[in-house]
């Protein structure tokens, strides 16, 4: 067996782009820290630089020379930017912890209800003026119909999670709500995707096969949640860290090409590896140690090139509307931020926490990165679209973000104190 390969010139040309792509990222992101911005707005931002709207439109001939040299390149970068996906997600379903208060349980219902399902049904009419303009070639009225709602619906887990660490305010009654809720919508999100990719990948709609790739996805994870509940001793053995990871990862490219077959896509079957390593790993002393390394690493190498690759395919200039993008923001924003509010009345919230919650829910983040690339590579949105999507991403994390520290600053027990009558 021979294998190709690249020559001298492609490999140091490569490495020059992804170096290129790793200080842009790493620098803006620094500079979106230091205003107390979400670090992966200025990541994105480090590859726009160098896309279509500011470098590659003044030089074009420069950029092509580093980033299109020959004609795999473009094939290689992709291999990083899905390394990025798959170790966001792996990390992420290591992380994913389902933990329901019972005491919060109206709160987190009507959170819950108010920030995916009120907005989603509410989004549907509003679809089709979108369509033509949003739509991509292999996507069709369904899937198209779904990515859109999950751009309504969807909420980041990591930037929300990266703010109130900031903050100095995790663990309170409030962010406890937050990111449970968080878990639960992202995880019906992320099934109504696989379905969507699904559509994509068969070219058609088949109503059994949609229901079977629904309860299949689902299925998989509560299968999932059960062993993490029930794996009581987990190994016994002490394990060589080498050998950790090398299972681990063994399991999740593994587990990835199986559930492919199945029609689950990568970006899922990393979510779920990540989570059964942890349900397996449970009574490791050391494994939450070794998945933070894995982390680290994924999260200074592999994921901000991931999110550099994101920017670097947005042109403002050319496959871009204004106002097709403030409509949807407004719409997205406005839909989730009511939905939530209508569904919180019924409890008996402060005022100022409700709106708290509203805002909150909508800080989109990475997961509204990871749709709007993943329904991208699958053609089922436009480039329009797929820009749009990763604007409202980082429009409103930033929102959320300045929004919660001027609320601390005006009132440090705003997360702890919730109702109007008791403390939370």
Request: glycine residues 8%.
């Amino acid at each position: 067996m021979t294998l190709q390969t690249l020559s001298e010139h492609e490999i140091i040309v490569t490495f020059l782009a992804l170096a290129l792509l790793l200080v842009g990222a790493y620098l803006c992101g620094k500079l979106m820290e230091a205003i107390k911005a979400p670090k992966v707005v200025g990541e994105i931002i480090g590859g726009l630089l160098f896309g279509g709207t500011f470098l590659y439109h003044f030089f074009p001939a420069q950029m092509e020379s580093i980033f299109m040299a020959y004609p795999e390149q473009g094939k290689v970068l992709n291999l990083f930017y899905q390394l990025g996906l798959v170790f966001l997600m792996f990390s992420s379903g290591f992380n994913t912890r389902i933990d329901v208060d019972r005491k919060n349980m109206k709160i987190i219902a009507c959170v819950f209800t108010g920030a995916t399902v009120l907005p989603m049904a509410a989004a549907i009419p509003f679809a089709g003026f979108f369509q033509e303009a949003f739509i991509g070639p292999q996507g069709n009225d369904i899937s198209f119909l779904l990515v859109f709602l999950i751009g309504v619906a969807i909420t980041s887990i990591p930037v929300i999670s990266k703010i109130f660490f900031d903050m100095g305010v995790m663990n309170t009654a409030f962010t406890n709500t937050v990111l449970t809720v968080s878990t639960f919508q992202d995880l019906c999100l992320w099934i109504l995707l696989n379905v969507a990719t699904r559509m994509a990948t068969t070219g058609e709609v088949d109503l059994l096969d949609m229901l079977l790739v629904i309860v299949f996805t689902l299925g998989m994870f509560v299968i999932a949640k059960l062993a993490a509940d029930h794996f009581h001793s987990g190994y016994r053995k002490k394990v060589k860290a080498t050998d950790f990871y090398t299972v681990s990862f063994v399991a999740l490219l593994l587990f990835s090409g199986v559930l492919y077959v199945a029609g689950i896509n990568i970006m899922y079957s990393a979510f779920l590896t990540g989570y059964i390593v942890k349900a397996v790993s449970q009574n490791d002393p050391e494994a939450a140690g070794r998945m933070e390394a894995v982390a680290n690493f994924s999260f200074s190498f592999f994921v901000p090139i991931y999110f550099a690759l994101v920017g670097i395919q947005l042109n403002l200039i050319h496959n871009f509307s204004l106002g097709r993008f403030l409509l949807f923001f407004a719409i997205a924003f406005g839909l989730e931020a009511a939905g939530t509010i209508i569904m919180l009345l019924f409890t008996d919230l402060k005022k100022q926490v409700v709106v708290n919650f509203a805002v909150t829910m909508n800080a989109r983040g990475g997961p509204g990165i990871v749709l709007a690339t993943v329904a991208y590579s699958y053609e089922i949105i436009s480039v329009e679209f797929f820009t749009v999507l990763i604007l409202t991403t980082m429009l409103s994390s930033l929102i959320a973000g300045y929004w919660l520290r001027y609320q601390q600053k005006k009132d440090d027990t705003i997360f702890m104190e919730l109702t109007k009558h008791t403390e939370t």
